[in-house]
Structure formats: C-alpha cells, structure tokens
C-alpha cells in the first residue's frame, strides 16, 4: 500500500531549527506535488509549503525566508528545513503528495496521500 511516511519532529528553542523528512513507501511511479502543512490544536490544517515536480514552490507568507522545500525524485522524498522557529508552541507536521501509483493489480491510478503527522515543539 502506497503511503507518506513523517520523521525529524520534535522539541527545539525558538531561534533554533528543525528538518524534517517525508518519505514515499509502496509501488509509486512518479509523484507530481508534494508539501508540508501544519495543524495547530483546535485550528484548521494550513499549507506551509509546496514543491513541483520541477522544483517551483510555494511558501506560506509566515515561514517565507526562513523555511526552505526540497525534494529528491529518486528516492520519491520531500524535506522542509525549518530555521528561525518561533515561539508558537505544539503543531502536527503533515507530509501531502500526489502522483501515479499501482494500487492493484496492472492499475495505475492517480493518487493523493497524506502522511500521519510528526510533532514539532518550539518552547524554552
């Protein structure tokens, strides 16, 4: 089963930094977009950031400068290197990606995923 897979979360001091990675697992062909959103307790799930394919993103205007996308299509990865972290206590990470897939048998089909989420903590 095609699947995001989430790690590098966890507590840092505001000013400090954090990367984090989102691996493909399962028969994926070729992905299209992927990205990073963030879900703060109580508060809807908002885009950080995106990347294409080819490598165009897209920032929130709030980690603009100081957040950074990346992917590498060989391995189907997506990274977001976080600096300058602000003070905005706990927030749920999740990795988004979308691309073709097998999910049967000799049927490719047109995916969209989500990883589970991992926790970033910014707090001294």
């Known amino acids: 089963q095609v699947q995001l897979v989430e790690s590098g979360g966890g507590l840092v001091q505001p000013g400090g930094s954090l990367r984090l990675n989102c691996a493909v697992s399962?028969?994926?062909?070729?992905?299209?977009?992927m990205g990073w959103y963030r879900q703060a307790p109580g508060k809807q799930r908002d885009l950080v950031a995106t990347i294409t394919h080819s490598d165009n993103t897209n920032y929130a205007d709030s980690v603009k400068c100081r957040f950074t996308i990346s992917r590498n299509n060989t391995k189907n990865s997506v990274y977001l290197q976080m600096n300058t972290l602000k003070p905005e206590g706990t927030d749920v990470y999740y990795c988004?990606?979308?691309?073709?897939?097998?999910?049967?048998?000799?049927?490719?089909?047109?995916?969209?995923?989500w990883g589970r989420g991992t926790l970033v903590t910014v707090s001294s």
């Open positions: 988004y990606g979308e691309g073709l897939g097998a999910v049967e048998v000799d049927t490719v089909r047109f995916l969209e995923l």
């Open positions: 399962g028969s994926i062909f070729s992905m299209y977009a």
